[in-house]
DNA sequence: TGTTGTGAATCTCTTCACAGCT
DNA sequence: AGCTGTGAAGAGATTCACAACA
């Protein structure tokens, strides 16, 4: 999808891009980071392709949305293509996020997050549960429920993630659009309804492992 | 993709269903399992759609995997519904489950899933630390790495849940392969490499962040 | 020669549109 | 009249195949 804006004589080109290959991008950077920290420096398509566990075709053709130049013989330089991906990416300024939902899940989301990720952090988790709030945990305060609009302002949080049980979802979600937020990635086995605009991604942990358990089933039955 | 045997002169047709059928057919499991409990005997298609957050026509087609039949102004009947789909989905008898990694990740799953999920049981937990053998959290037992080949064989377990960090999720996953699994749901940010025949299905929760960030990104910028 | 960059072909998934049933 | 079931069209994602290049 590309939409083109004459803005005062200028033109700006807005490639929304697929969103597969969103996905695969944010792998190729995470690998190329890998990469560079081993001192590598030229990469080629396949190589990607064999750490990312796809083909050489799929990376190619993922990096025409990035503006890249590999150089045949040589590939790619290592340090250029995870930069020109975090372009197009364009989490490059810290990004903030509020996390409600305080249980296993939640806490395991705020430690292996703010251990890792630098441009996307956790900055405030919520619960329904009050007793749970005035902590730290894992670097990252906890509120109530009644502060979220509040919090989500004052520190412009952009993003949320919903851990909260499935018939609660949808009413969380409603409060973090109405305080702003326009993106969601919910773990609620629970599909939320949101205004047009607010981006939903979800994680069926349920479905995944159903998921697995009908594929390798089928495989079995296919030998 | 549909395979027909023909055994003894009785004809087997396999029909391995589409990757995002399954996921949906997943999910609208549950929601007829809600709609049972609340006492619904009948809904339309239109009607599952707008639970599922998708269209009604996206709804039919995937009931064509399922050996159905609604009844035009009258709709499915819930509970034959969801049967029929049970038996696509081929989960009906009780699948166990091995997770490797006991950190805040696992025992999310644990406390989460051995509520929920009647036939899907997790099992069997084990950990490389051997300080967390021993013990039984959320239902299930844990142990050492050195019995999951003794175990798995053991309890006919059939799939594993992958959430250790990233460099030790290969080397988990060869063990759980050898020890004769056939599917793995892998939570660590690394692909695996396994020998055909072996389903894997990867939650990659950085990846997924990193999508909502972009998209409602642009989001913003296409308004 | 070996690898990149990309049009074209293929495959997969979703939506449309409408015949057929009750 | 209203909804189901499905062929056919459309959109999206992947693979193929090859010209261009260092």
Redesign the interface.
């Known amino acids: 999808v590309k939409?083109v804006t004459n803005l005062m004589g200028v033109k700006f080109i807005?490639n929304?891009?697929a969103?597969k290959t969103?996905?695969r991008l944010?792998?190729y950077r995470?690998i190329l980071s890998e990469m560079e920290q081993k001192g590598l420096h030229y990469i080629h398509s396949h190589q990607l392709a064999e750490?990312?566990?796809n083909s050489s075709s799929q990376v190619r053709r993922d990096l025409m949305e990035v503006d890249c130049s590999g150089v045949p013989r040589r590939g790619y330089n290592v340090s250029c293509l995870k930069e020109k991906i975090s372009n197009v990416?364009?989490?490059s300024d810290e990004?903030k996020?509020a996390l409600v939902g305080i249980?296993?899940?939640g806490?395991?989301?705020l430690?292996?997050?703010n251990m890792?990720?630098k441009n996307?952090k956790i900055v405030a988790a919520f619960d329904s549960d009050s007793e749970k709030a005035g902590r730290v945990i894992s670097g990252c305060r906890t509120y109530a429920m009644s502060d979220l609009k509040r919090i989500v302002k004052e520190q412009k949080i952009?993003?949320g993630?919903i851990t909260v049980s499935a018939d609660n979802a949808q009413k969380v979600a409603d409060e973090l659009v109405e305080a702003g937020i326009?993106?969601?990635?919910n773990f609620a086995?629970a599909?939320?309804?949101t205004p047009k605009?607010?981006?939903?991604?979800r994680?069926?942990?349920?479905?995944?492992?159903?998921?697995?358990?009908?594929?390798?089933?089928?495989?079995?039955?296919?030998?």
Chains 1, 2 share one sequence.
Request: aromatic share 6%; with cysteine.
């Open positions: 939409k807005m929304k891009m969103s969103v996905e944010s792998l995470r750490l990312a566990n990416l364009k989490d990004i996020i249980g296993n899940l806490r395991a989301l430690s292996y997050f890792r990720s996307l952009g993003l993630i326009c993106g969601i990635l086995p599909p939320l309804k605009g607010i981006h939903i991604e994680i069926d942990i349920t479905t995944s492992i159903e998921k697995v358990a009908y594929f390798s089933e089928i495989n079995k039955r296919l030998r």
